[in-house]
């Protein structure tokens, strides 16, 4: 039996991780935001920077490159 082929992403899952995508972060890290309910820059307001680097699948590459857009953007953590 010839293996599987991956398992394509669903098209609601990838309008979902748009803005991520669009900021150069790889797939773990867009389906660790993702499943936690954040879709975009804005919505990393409501979680602490401990809480974003302890989602499976988020690098510090990732954690690095969505500090930056924050910054960029003049958006902050949480303090919770």
Request: glycine letters at 4%.
């Amino acid at each position: 039996m010839p293996p599987k082929p991956p398992k394509k992403p669903q098209p609601d899952q990838v309008q979902l991780e748009q803005e991520w995508y669009r900021i150069g972060l790889t797939g773990p890290a867009r389906k660790a935001l993702v499943e936690a309910k954040l879709y975009k820059v804005s919505d990393l307001r409501r979680i602490t920077l401990q809480e974003l680097t302890a989602l499976p699948g988020m690098s510090k590459s990732a954690v690095k490159r969505i500090q930056v857009i924050m910054s960029a953007k003049k958006i902050s953590f949480t303090s919770h």
